[in-house]
């Protein structure tokens, strides 16, 4: 029996660590994992990062590394397409396709950013759901620190900070800049 999780996130992740531990040296089933990342993001610690309390270190975890064991395989790739009706998961990655093959299917992908039809959010905003995300939020700041030293007589506009959300994200994210500055 062959396993595919698709998703390197916390459904993800820990649906191999389960499957894994409940399987473990049972040989009954072969456990994959696919993401397009090889690493696993702690994301409720990217408030932190993007306003450098926390270095990228400490919330990146290689997916190699969280399951330090046999039984199973890591494919690192971005999912194209799922066919159904034949159990085939289509990958891509750097131009190279792959055919991963399944007997039982978990899709763990992840989410997106919504922006509750906010006017200007999506065109505007800074999302918050990557490490890439958190850098450039990160040097964002630092400009407007910078833009703010050189132009003193302006540095309530370049000073001044929106943060479009009130759920934990944004909560947090408040706390830390406001630490920050």
Do not use: W
Request: net charge positive.
């Amino acid at each position: 029996m062959k396993i595919v999780i698709l998703g390197g996130g916390f459904g993800g992740v820990y649906t191999l660590k389960y499957l894994h531990k409940f399987f473990h040296n049972k040989k009954q089933a072969k456990l994959v994992l696919v993401n397009k990342k090889n690493y696993f993001i702690f994301t409720p610690l990217l408030h932190e990062v993007a306003t450098g309390g926390v270095s990228i270190d400490n919330v990146l975890e290689p997916i190699r590394k969280i399951i330090k064991c046999c039984d199973f395989d890591f494919v690192h790739g971005e999912v194209e397409k799922i066919d159904l009706e034949n159990k085939v998961v289509y990958v891509t990655k750097e131009k190279e396709n792959y055919n991963v093959n399944y007997d039982y299917l978990v899709v763990a992908l992840g989410s997106k950013t919504n922006y509750y039809n906010i006017p200007g959010a999506k065109e505007y905003a800074f999302s918050l759901k990557t490490i890439d995300d958190a850098i450039k939020l990160k040097n964002h700041l630092v400009y407007m620190f910078e833009l703010a030293s050189l132009y003193s007589e302006k540095a309530n506009k370049y000073l001044t900070f929106v943060i479009v959300g009130g759920g934990a994200t944004g909560i947090e994210l408040a706390g830390e800049m406001s630490d920050l500055f």
